[in-house]
Every structure is written in C-alpha cells, then in structure tokens.
C-alpha cells in the first residue's frame, strides 16, 4: 500500500504542474467536462470499490475543505464518507507512533508449552495443579495458571472431562498382555484352498504363522495351540489374552489347551471385525505384499513363501506404530554426518526371487 501511495502521490503532483500553465478558462471546461463523466459513471456504477490508498488520498485532498464546499462537489461518495476515512487514517497513525509497550510477564517457551501439552495428553486424569506439580518436580519454574491458560488455549478440557477412556488407548495400554490370531484363506494355481493360520502380539507387532492346511481339523488346531504356548515360553512373553472370532474352526480342545497355560480366551463380536484389527490388518499387509503379487504352486510353496515374509515382516519391514522400527529390530543411530551422507552405499537383498526387498548399507 505504502508504495502505491508513493506512486499515487507522485502522479498527483505531476498532474498538479501540468494545470500551471493552464488558463482558468481551459481549467473550467475541464473540470465541467470531468462533472458530466461523473455523472454518467454514476449512472452505470451501482456502489463503485475503493482501495486503501484511494481511500487516502481523497481524505489527503479533500479534508482541509469546508463541509459546505465538500457537499457542493460531484463525488461518487457522500461528504461524510470522506470525512470518515479522514479520521480512520488519522487514527492509525496515531495508533502506529504511540502504541504502548507490552506489559505483564514474558510469554512462555515454546518446550515448556509443549511439554505441557505432552503431559497433558499422556495423563488424563492430571489436571492443571498436577501437571504443575510434575514440572515444578523437574526443576522448571512456571506459574499453575500459566499452565491452566495453556491448556485452556488449546482446547484441552479439565481432568475430569479427559478421563474417559476409549478402546483405542485401552488396548494400547494392554498391548505387552494381548495376543490375536485369525483363520485367512488363500488358493493355490490349481484351484485348491488352503487355509492358514497366524498369531500377532500387540505390544511389538511380532507375527507367527503357525501352519497351514488344506483341512482344519480339530487335530491339527490344537497342535497348533501346543507350538504357540511353547514358542511364547520360550520367549518369555508376558500375554494374558488370545482374541480370537467365532469362527467354527477353534475348537473347544484349543481354547482349553490355552487356559491351562494361563490364556484366556476373548472372542470377538458378531460382524464386529474392529476388535481384532490388528490381526486383520496383517492379513490385507500379507495378501497386497506377498500372495497377491506371488503364484502359489502347492501347500509347501505357500509356507515356504510365508516363512520368508515372516522373516521379512519381523526382522526389516518398518511399521508406524513402532516408529517406523521392525518388531525383532530397532532403529539405527541417525547419521547426520555430511561427509557420510553424500557418499551413501545402500545394497539390496532380494527374498522370494525379488518378490521382497530389503535395504541395507554396505559393510
């Protein structure tokens, strides 16, 4: 604005030079010749827009005349109007030159209001005075109600409107206790149905698949239970409860094999497939991964083929729940160095013929 106002003002005086030399006969004609165009633009022109800096110079030209003069001129605006915008900018002026100095405390930090909001997000039964409390514990000095103003800044509500508690944070607090495991179905080139079945533990995403079969039969299911409990013992797993569906396949030898080695069993609702989501996320990552790009020749071609992506799933694939590490592999140190980076030697290792990649730096 300021520059076009410059360019404005400029143009003005240079228009201004030119009526010099005119002659007070010359400037009549012109200026009833300019009254009649001002007419006719206000027969066209409904309510005609004016900018910011045409507002100013009409306030900066016309307020040293009378009212009575102003009301006498041919305007696309009303007298008043001019006036207005006057005092309008006028106000701003003085609002620029004389704005009081802010007073009160500093704002906060920026790690302090998110430190805030952390605490306030991982503890909802902490109220103001709690959160409080806890960063007077680590030594940072800020007044409680400087943390209420905080929390009431974001929308975050008080402690009691925040402790209810959904499915989604239940079962990630439950994760290192729960297990799921699920039936999927897949053909083979021939036409021939194969069924397999996989277990996966919330806490670190680790899938096991146990079999595969052509027939399921009770059997089969529950030696299937028997190599579960005895790979979880192994590995020291912590889990309490197995969900499971409904479906006609687990049998009742199965889910008694489980409680004896202190499983319980959960099953899941009727069409309610969201409480074992995990379980079918994993299978849609195994169909679009692996069986869905990959020609099943028989029984033993399909577990060969998902013991290579159990492995793969396991030891590489990286998964945002877990901040993008594997489930048996954590995340390497982030190389920043420049000198490293510009020089990166990244191999590939190929698994079911190049089906699936892995990506790894060269030794």
């Known amino acids: 604005m300021l520059l076009r106002l410059a360019y404005l003002a400029a143009t003005n005086a240079f228009a201004f030079l030119r009526l010099l030399p005119m002659s007070d006969r010359d400037k009549d004609i012109e200026i009833l010749a300019l009254r009649h165009q001002l007419l006719v633009l206000q027969r066209q022109v409904g309510r005609p827009a004016f900018t910011e800096t045409d507002r100013a110079i009409l306030a900066g030209l016309l307020h040293h005349l009378p009212m009575d003069k102003l009301r006498q001129l041919l305007l696309l605006v009303r007298p008043e109007t001019i006036l207005r915008w006057h005092r309008n900018l006028l106000k701003r002026r003085h609002a620029a030159t004389c704005a009081p100095k802010r007073r009160g405390r500093p704002p906060t930090i920026g790690s302090i209001r998110a430190l805030v909001l952390r605490l306030a997000r991982e503890n909802s039964s902490w109220g103001y005075r709690r959160i409080h409390g806890e960063l007077a514990a680590l030594g940072i000095k800020v007044a409680a109600s400087t943390v209420w103003e ?16 959904t499915w989604a944070d239940f ?16 053909r083979t080139l021939t036409g021939a149905r194969l069924y397999v079945f996989a277990v996966i533990e919330h806490s670190t995403r680790r899938i096991r698949i146990l079999g595969t079969t052509a027939h399921p039969t009770a059997q089969w299911v529950a030696q299937l239970g028997r190599n579960l409990v005895m790979d979880l013992e192994d590995a020291g797993s912590k889990a309490r409860f197995l969900i499971r569906d409904r479906d006609s396949k687990f049998t009742s030898a199965f889910d008694a094999l489980l409680a004896d080695a202190g499983l319980k069993v959960v099953t899941t609702g009727i069409r309610m497939p969201r409480i074992n989501s995990i379980m079918e996320r994993w ?12 020609l099943i020749w ?13 492995i793969f799933y396991n030891g590489h694939r990286p998964h945002q729940a877990l901040g993008q590490a594997a489930p048996l592999r ?3 140190h982030p190389n920043n160095e420049p000198a490293q980076i510009r020089r990166l030697e990244v191999h590939r290792r190929d698994r079911l013929g190049g089906t699936l990649h892995e990506y790894h730096h060269a030794a």
């Open 150 to 165: 905080i929390l009431k800044e974001h929308g975050i509500p008080p402690a009691p409107e925040r402790q209810n508690i």
């Open 171 to 186: 079962l990630r607090n439950q994760a290192d206790a729960l297990l799921a495991c699920d039936f999927f179905e897949t």
């Open 283 to 294: 299978i849609q990552t195994c169909r679009h991964e692996l069986l869905d790009r990959t």
């Open 298 to 310: 028989n029984q033993s071609h399909l577990l060969h083929a998902l013991r290579e992506f159990e």
């Open 330 to 332: 954590a995340l390497p």
